[in-house]
């Protein structure tokens, strides 16, 4: 048998041309038992990986091949969570020391995080291989040696590969040679690049991406032939007759590797306690759970007067479930948060399925009273699910940034990262990059790329091919459509995402590598939010919004127009107008001042539903696009309650499962208002008998 240990899904980016899940898919079919991911200095794809190993009946091995000082490379892959905790250290040490897409790690530092690995000693570019191809058998010993120190000799195996290159032959006596010398194992690979040779095509336009000429010009840095695809134990077997041992090892090395990544019982670090630096802590004697029982009381006799049977029978749910899940802490680092911003005169709020938390209302991070509007918490967080809990936090975009800071401040910068975002090829980008790859004429890629006609749908649809080009009859269209096909999805390169904060308990360089965003002094961790989610870890969305900035400054200049009287707690403006007063700050020198209570502007005012109605709402938050002005017109909305239907009504959901013209037509007397069953009517009511709400699928249900 034989399982591959050296292998790039697409998340060595631009040097991979297979995703994940087909890597896999191809293993299965042959029969592996195991298949590494060994993806160049990141492990990106190390999540969706792992998922998609135990989906498929695969043992994940997880792994890296780093590059060391002078570009030599090593194979490196996690045999104990201690080990996969230090290659995640090693990856962000080499990440940070270096610049974007340039790492540096020294042998100083794997010798120092070599615990709970195991080291292959890498392709043609590691350290032992090069001097085996420069004859320098004494300079390859050494090499091998200083590995065999680090690692013992019982963590050491030296790659042997075969890819019908010229000097196969000689490299692998070399390097057999060599491992007698130091007591080392041996162990054949493949260095694997994409699933079947036909992926040989995308990878050499990656490949002419990622130096940025074409095809034409790669010369030596093209890979000679189409040999470096995921090979069964058949053709292994018949390149390494005389080294049994070699293939032996493969999956002797796969059985020792355990490693998963879960991390869902280590997500979260403590809520700091009390102190002089941080008044807001758990006091003494007291826990997460308590402390926040406690602040949720308060809250609850603040915003719900009077306090009802039901507001504290829900309240009462609520905690319950939190602690059974474990989210105290949680629920006290996103109040601390929002405290925090608003102590700043940072407008904020909460936003998403947490407005159906009444923990989340009372604590003041939703404006929302989800009793009020009748919001299942369910739908935000439940204990008979594995799914956690996502708080989006809306902050004024000209301010963001301190909120952050001061995250990173509080819990460290080894347990907080930004998350990154994986930035895919979409059809224009596809069709750009490889036209530049396969050599079309520079004045007529722009006429290319005006081929795109949507991002939806299929590759094929995506990019139609236009016979009808200008194009010299010797360009090869049809290749062009094809390779820029197989480019969507394709990973390009990482960014940063909007709002994804990440904090561990565990310094995070132990969860996730780090790496600098192009951004100068941002670091992200290199998985997305998706694979932050399918750890079990939690991130917390610090979202920026520009009309939070924009009302803080129309507050300001209604005070400052109308000069205004503060009488007690109402403000009183020309005009007879007043207006309830809220303290808060305006500045980072957290100067006393006082603005407008929005939270008290009343929501039946008949001059707002005029101008909703009329559709005049052009820089008007959630209802100023076009498809929100055309439906205004027609719906009419003449209370809060319609509105909330007029922004949900126009969403890919509502309008896919054609529920839009029903319920137009029964607001409007067109259709008479009926119910599937008389059961449904209590669930349905409020829309006239039409699904519209996901708490209404929850409450059919």
């Known amino acids: 048998m034989y399982s591959e240990l050296h292998c790039h899904t697409y998340y060595s980016l631009l040097d991979g041309a297979s995703s994940p899940a087909a890597l896999l898919a191809r293993a299965a079919e042959l029969g592996m038992s195991a298949l590494a991911i060994t993806d160049h200095n990141n492990l990106s794809g190390a999540v969706e990986f792992w998922r998609a190993a135990r989906a498929v009946g695969v043992r994940p091995v997880i792994g890296a091949e780093v590059t060391l000082a002078h570009g030599s490379h090593l194979t490196l892959l996690a045999e104990t969570p201690a080990g996969y905790a230090n290659l995640s250290r090693l990856l962000a040490t080499g990440q940070l020391a270096g610049t974007k897409g340039a790492p540096v790690l020294a042998i100083a530092d794997v010798a120092q995080h070599a615990g709970g690995l195991l080291c292959l000693s890498g392709c043609r570019q590691g350290a032992v291989a090069q001097a085996v191809l420069a004859d320098d058998p004494s300079r390859a010993t050494r090499a091998a040696g200083k590995l065999a120190d680090i690692f013992g000799r019982d963590r050491l195996w030296l790659e042997l590969q075969r890819h019908w290159l010229p000097d196969d032959d000689r490299l692998s006596a070399g390097l057999l040679a060599v491992a007698a010398a130091v007591g080392a194992g041996i162990v054949a690979t493949n260095d694997v690049h994409y699933a079947l040779p036909a992926g040989h095509r995308l990878h050499d336009v990656l490949t002419a991406t990622r130096y940025n000429v074409p095809l034409a010009e790669l010369g030596a840095r093209q890979r000679p032939n189409s040999e470096f695809y995921l090979k069964g134990a058949a053709e292994m077997v018949a390149l390494f007759a005389e080294c049994p041992a070699a293939l032996a090892a493969t999956q002797e090395i796969a059985e020792r590797c355990a490693v998963s990544l879960d991390f869902s019982k280590r997500r979260l670090p403590a809520f700091p306690p009390r102190s002089e630096t941080f008044p807001h802590g758990i006091p003494p004697g007291e826990t997460a759970f308590s402390t926040l029982y406690a602040l949720a009381h308060t809250g609850l006799i603040a915003k719900c007067r009077p306090v009802t049977p039901p507001a504290v029978k829900q309240l009462a749910h609520e905690l319950a479930v939190i602690e059974a899940v474990g989210l105290a802490d949680y629920f006290l680092i996103v109040w601390d948060i929002v405290r925090k911003a608003r102590a700043r005169g940072i407008r904020c709020q909460g936003r998403g399925s947490a407005a159906n938390s009444l923990v989340a209302y009372v604590l003041g991070i939703t404006p929302v009273d989800p009793l009020a509007h009748h919001l299942l918490f369910e739908r935000f967080l439940s204990d008979r699910t594995d799914t956690m809990p996502d708080i989006d936090l809306d902050f004024d975009r000209d301010r963001r940034d301190e909120v952050i800071a001061y995250v990173y401040e509080r819990y460290g910068r080894e347990h907080t990262a930004l998350v990154c975002n994986v930035v895919t090829y979409q059809p224009r980008l596809a069709l750009r990059d490889a036209a530049r790859a396969l050599g079309f004429p520079a004045e007529e890629i722009g006429k290319l790329v005006d081929w795109e006609t949507g991002k939806s749908g299929t590759a094929e649809t995506a990019i139609p091919v236009q016979q009808s080009t200008n194009l010299p009859s010797y360009q090869p269209t049809n290749l062009l459509t094809d390779l820029a096909a197989q480019l969507i999805g394709v990973p390009r390169h990482l960014s940063v995402h909007v709002g994804g904060l990440l904090v561990t308990a565990q310094p995070l360089v132990e969860v996730v590598p780090l790496e600098h965003a192009a951004k100068p002094?941002?670091?992200?961790?290199?998985?997305?939010?998706?694979?932050?989610?399918?750890?079990?870890?939690?991130?917390?969305?610090?979202?920026?919004?520009?009309?939070?900035?924009?009302?803080?400054?129309?507050?300001?200049?209604?005070?400052?127009?109308?000069?205004?009287?503060?009488?007690?707690?109402?403000?009183?403006?020309?005009?007879?107008?007043?207006?309830?007063?809220?303290?808060?700050?305006?500045?980072?020198?957290?100067?006393?001042?006082?603005?407008?209570?929005?939270?008290?502007?009343?929501?039946?005012?008949?001059?707002?539903?005029?101008?909703?109605?009329?559709?005049?709402?052009?820089?008007?938050?959630?209802?100023?696009?076009?498809?929100?002005?055309?439906?205004?017109?027609?719906?009419?909305?003449?209370?809060?309650?319609?509105?909330?239907?007029?922004?949900?009504?126009?969403?890919?959901?509502?309008?896919?499962?054609?529920?839009?013209?029903?319920y137009l037509r029964r607001r409007q007397g067109l259709e008479p208002v009926t119910y599937p069953h008389p059961s449904l009517e209590p669930a349905l009511a409020e829309t006239l008998g039409v699904v519209i709400f996901q708490e209404q699928v929850l409450r059919v249900a």
């Not at 200049?557 to 005009?575: D, H, N, Q």
């Not at 009329?614 to 076009?626: K, L, M, N, W």
Request: one cysteine or more; a negative charge; aromatic letters at 6%.
């Open 521 to 662: 002094g941002v670091v992200v961790a290199q998985w997305n939010k998706d694979s932050v989610e399918d750890a079990g870890l939690i991130k917390t969305d610090l979202l920026s919004l520009a009309t939070l900035g924009m009302i803080t400054e129309a507050c300001a200049l209604v005070g400052a127009r109308y000069s205004p009287v503060v009488e007690g707690s109402r403000l009183k403006v020309e005009g007879g107008a007043t207006f309830n007063l809220e303290p808060s700050t305006f500045n980072q020198e957290e100067t006393p001042r006082t603005y407008l209570d929005l939270d008290a502007l009343p929501l039946d005012d008949p001059a707002v539903y005029r101008l909703l109605a009329a559709g005049d709402t052009i820089g008007c938050f959630q209802v100023e696009s076009r498809a929100q002005a055309a439906m205004l017109p027609r719906l009419k909305p003449q209370r809060f309650a319609d509105l909330i239907i007029e922004v949900a009504i126009v969403r890919p959901g509502p309008i896919q499962g054609g529920m839009v013209h029903p």
